[in-house]
C-alpha cells in the first residue's frame, strides 16, 4: 500500500481522487437528498389525501343516512370522485343497503355488482352476498344461485348456504332448502345467525303419527 508522506502528497492525492469521482459523489448526493425529501413528501401527500378522503365519507356517510335524494346523490357522486380507492368501495355498500331500505333495487344491484366484480378480495365475498339477497328480491332467483356459486371463500361457507336456503325456500323448494339450511348450520352458521335456527324449525318434518296406541 502506498504511504503519503507528506502534506503536499496527501492534497495531490486528494485532487486528483476528486477529478475522477467529484461528479459522481455530488450526483450521487443529489439523487440520495431528492429521493429523501420525495419520500417525505409522497408520503405526507398520501396522508393529506387520505384524510381528505376520511372527512369527505364520514360526510357522506351522515348524509346518506338521512335517506334522502340528497344522500344519495353525494353517496353517487363520492363513488365517482374516488373510484379504485377503499373508501369508494365502503361507500357503494353503504349507499346498496341504503338503496335496499327505499327500494330501489336496481340501484342496490348496480352498486354491489361492481364492488363483487372488481373490488377488493377481501370485500368481493360480501358484496356478492347481499348482491344474491338483492337479485332474489327481485325475483331472479337463477342469479341469485349463479352469483353465490362465486364465491369460493370458505369463511363465508355458512352463509352461502343459508342465503342459498333463502332463494330455494322462495322458490317453493322446501327438501332442498332444508338440506342448504342444514349444510349451514354444519358449517358454524348457528354461533352466526339467529335466524337459521328458525328456518330450520320452519322447515322440520313433521311428526310421524300411526294412530296406534303406545305399548302399555
Known sequence: MEVYTTEEQQVEVIKNWWKENGTSVI?????????????????????TTQEAASQAYNEMSAQLAKGDAAGFEQAQSFISAHKGDSYAE????????????????????????QVATSGDESIRPIAALRLARVLNDQGKADEALAQLGKINNDAFKAQVAEVRGDILQKQGKSEEAR????????????????????????LALPAVTTGEAPDA
Request: hydrophobic share 50%; glycine share 8%; charged share 20%.
Open 27 to 47: 450526483a450521487g448526493t443529489v439523487i440520495g437528498l431528492v429521493g429523501l425529501f420525495g419520500w417525505r413528501y409522497y408520503n405526507e401527500h398520501q396522508q
Open 90 to 113: 365502503l361507500a357503494a355498500l353503504q349507499l346498496a343497503a341504503a338503496a335496499v331500505k327505499a327500494d330501489k333495487l336496481d340501484l342496490a344491484a348496480e352498486q354491489l355488482t
Open 179 to 202: 338440506d342448504a339450511y342444514q349444510a349451514a348450520a354444519d358449517a358454524g352458521g348457528l354461533q352466526s345467525s339467529a335466524e337459521l335456527k328458525l328456518k330450520m324449525d320452519d
